[in-house]
Nanobody
Framework: VQLQASGGGLVQAGGSLRLSCAVS????????LGWYRQAPGKQRDVVAS???????TYADSVKGRFSISRDNAKNTVYLQMNSLKSEDTAVYYC??????????????????WGQGTLVTVSS
């Protein structure tokens, strides 16, 4: 599974951005797609995720402002970010959790990451 993120940039506080992540490879094995972010000097944290059935979850800090969606026809996952704040400044990464089987036939959940895209919110 390969992922290619895009859409980052510089935006003023209160503005909006939409991130996109194109997914390729063994797409049928993917269960969950997610967006994570990492601010300078901080750990990478989950922002939002969406399962294959469409169930979404959000970090408390972005609830009501961010929205994750997936377009299965385009094999793309989006993160719509509204009412951006300076504390949203970070490198954003998309990730896919997928199921594969070892040579012994054991199921394993793997994770692939896209390259990061920088979001900078100026106050």
């Amino acid at each position: 599974v390969q992922l290619q993120a895009s859409g980052g940039g510089l935006v003023q506080a209160g503005g909006s951005l939409r991130l996109s992540c194109a997914v390729s490879g063994s797409i049928s094995s993917i269960n969950t797609l997610g967006w994570y972010r990492q601010a300078p000097g901080k750990q990478r944290d989950v922002v939002a995720s969406i399962t294959s059935s469409g169930t979404t979850t959000y970090a408390d800090s972005v609830k009501g402002r961010f929205s994750i969606s997936r377009d299965n026809a385009k094999n793309t996952v989006y993160l719509q970010m509204n009412s951006l704040k300076s504390e949203d400044t970070a490198v954003y990464y998309c990730a896919a959790d997928y199921l594969y089987y070892t040579d012994n036939g054991e199921p394993v959940v793997g994770r692939s990451w896209g390259q990061g895209t920088l979001v900078t919110v100026s106050s």
